[in-house]
């Protein structure tokens, strides 16, 4: 059965840390791998890693693809009581997504 | 460009009503796809539509149904409610094959669904 699996499932740090999330897979036909963050709506994109885009960087936010560890990570430097949210890892399959259970992030100032 | 919009945003309904959550977006995507969101569960696809005249189910389903008649509206429909349907309940579209980017989806705002 295809699963993905992030962890932590919540997260408290102090403002100024840097974090790592992760997001681990089980997908047959891995086409992409998405990071998403949910405040109080609806997810919004952040990344997508592919075979052939392991490595994406926005601001102080970056993640990495490794596809021999079949996971990713999520890393943000630098927080602020703005990056507080649920972090959604994701990964696509036909026109699919398969969806972790998300990291909850608090930060506090 | 309103992108995906979702109607209403809150819902009450008694076990046992019906009623139609609409979603539509003006991006010309042919990809549109329906979930709830429980928590500690993320997001579980119910049903999803590659176009016009063209839909199937994802991972849950069961009572819900959904038609795509045009490419901008994906209306979900719940058949007689029942207390485990209370979710939050996110539409979401994609870009077309092709573009690179068919796997990224945008979300309409949500609808929060309470079944009594």
């Known amino acids: 059965e295809d699963k993905v699996v992030q962890s932590p499932l919540s997260l408290v740090v102090h403002e100024g840390d840097t974090v790592t999330l992760n997001c681990s897979y089980e997908v047959t036909n891995f086409r992409s791998l998405l990071w998403y963050k949910q405040e109080k709506k609806a997810p919004t994109f952040l990344f997508m890693l592919t075979s052939s885009g392991i490595e994406k960087k926005s601001g102080r936010l970056s993640s990495i693809l490794d596809k021999k560890e079949l996971s990713s990570i999520l890393n943000i430097t630098a927080t602020q009581t703005g990056d507080s949210a649920i972090y959604l890892c994701a990964v696509g399959w036909s026109y699919q997504l398969i969806w972790g259970a998300g990291t909850k992030l608090i930060i506090k100032p | 460009n309103a992108g995906v919009t979702q109607t209403p945003k809150f819902q009450v309904l008694k076990t046992g009503q019906s009623m139609t959550l609409q979603c539509a977006q003006d991006?010309?995507?042919?990809?549109m796809s329906w979930y709830r969101q429980d928590p500690g569960m993320g997001l579980r696809l119910i049903h999803y539509?590659?176009?016009?005249?063209?839909?199937d189910q994802g991972e849950v389903p069961n009572g819900y149904n959904v038609s795509r008649s045009t490419t901008e509206d994906f209306p979900l429909r719940l058949l007689s409610a029942a207390p485990s349907q209370t979710s939050v309940y996110f539409c979401?579209?994609?870009?077309?094959?092709?573009?690179?980017?068919?796997?990224?989806?945008?979300f309409g705002p949500g609808t929060r669904l309470t079944v009594t």
């Open positions: 991006m010309n995507h042919e990809y």
């Open positions: 539509s590659v176009g016009a005249g063209i839909t």
């Open positions: 979401a579209s994609s870009p077309p094959p092709g573009a690179g980017r068919t796997h990224e989806q945008y």
